[in-house]
């Protein structure tokens, strides 16, 4: 749910990294935090356990440029992708404009990416939204490492309705903006779109 | 699609942050803001130059939709009021209306009993600006900065 604050001339916006765990949605936030202008950025923050797993959410919030002579900000948030953290991912779908589902490439964790996809499908309808009417995009993570699936395979898996989709690195950062890009615009489309609808 | 979008406009958001400062001053307050509860901070009041407001508004945000999930376990509708006490600071936050949340940060110069007092006038008062919000926002031409972005704007938007 975006906020609009015509005082302070801001158009603020909710994107949330989701996917099964140790998939690599903190990297994509901290290389995305790394490689920021600091006047762009705030400070990011993790709710991790100590063995550096997301217990409740990240946190980074970033600003782009200026649309109608509003600022525009996004609030990144990841989700604990751990499968017993459910109660805690529904929560943080709460609001959101658009969704990042990071995949892992590797082929052993097909099963977890599905397990995680129909999660999201499903949590997301508990907030009232559908998953195919939403802003969302799909990155193939881990494209560096051995033993991974064909693009077109996890494609035909994961990406059924073919939205925008990235092969990624977040390690090195490869894929990593052409991601975060590509659901921003969607969001903003969205955004005209349910005005333009609404109001004709 | 869920719920639409909050959107604030300037006369409430003069009145929103009146309240806040009348709120800080009546409750003897280092720090006064307001979240929605989707964690953007939507106002104010106080000595926040050294607070990381924005993330202070996400964590809080955090907090009141996990309280939240605790209720929901327990069958209660909410729990509206929470309190935090530290050596130095102390956190009082409230849900307004169900749809914002007061936060008030306050330290030996105040009280629990004070904030609670002054806490429970402030959300009347900003219950009714968000009543107007509410109200207004629904207006034709009220989301006429979303109905006027252009393909061009967006674009624009990576290239700078």
């Known amino acids: 749910m975006s906020f609009i604050n015509y005082s302070s001339r801001e158009i603020n916006c909710k994107i949330v990294y989701y996917g099964p765990g140790l998939c690599g949605k903190t990297t994509n936030l901290k290389y995305i935090f790394g490689n920021t202008a600091p006047d762009a950025k705030g400070k990011m923050i993790s709710l991790a356990t100590e063995t550096d797993r997301t217990l409740f959410f990240d946190f980074l919030p970033l600003s782009l440029g200026e649309i109608q002579g509003f600022k525009t900000r996004f609030h990144l948030y990841t989700v604990p992708g751990q499968v017993f953290y459910n109660a805690s991912r529904k929560l943080i779908l709460k609001g959101v404009d658009g969704v990042v589902y990071v995949a892992d490439s590797q082929i052993d964790r097909m099963e977890a990416n599905i397990e995680s996809l129909d999660n999201l499908r499903e949590n997301l309808a508990d907030q009232g939204y559908d998953l195919d009417r939403i802003p969302y995009v799909v990155q193939y993570n881990k494209r560096d490492l051995p033993d991974i699936a064909p693009v077109d395979e996890m494609r035909a898996l994961l990406n059924l309705n073919g939205v925008p989709d990235f092969e990624a690195e977040a390690t090195t950062g490869r894929g990593v903006f052409a991601t975060l890009k590509a659901i921003a615009k969607l969001v903003f489309m969205e955004l005209k779109r349910s005005r333009t609808s609404s109001s004709t | ?160």
Request: aromatic share 4%; hydrophobic share 45%; glycine share 6%.
């Open chain 2, 1 to 160: 699609m869920a719920a639409p979008e909050t959107v604030i406009f300037e006369e409430e958001f003069a009145r929103i942050n009146l309240v806040c400062d009348r709120l800080r001053s009546d409750a003897n307050a280092q720090v006064v803001f307001i979240v929605d509860k989707n964690g953007q901070l939507i106002a104010a009041s106080g000595e926040t130059e050294h607070l990381d407001t924005t993330s202070l508004a996400s964590l809080t945000a955090g907090n009141v939709a996990a309280t939240g999930g605790i209720a929901k376990l327990l069958k209660e509708k909410e729990f509206a009021t929470q309190f935090h006490e530290g050596e130095v600071s102390n956190i009082h936050i409230q849900i307004v209306g169900q749809r914002v949340i007061l936060v008030v940060i306050f330290d030996q110069r105040s009280s629990l009993g004070l904030v609670r007092l002054r806490v429970r006038k402030a959300s009347d008062e900003l219950n009714k600006v968000f009543d107007t919000l509410v109200a207004k926002a629904q207006q034709p031409g009220a989301m006429k900065v979303l109905e006027e972005i252009t393909d061009e704007d967006i674009e624009n938007l990576f290239n700078e």
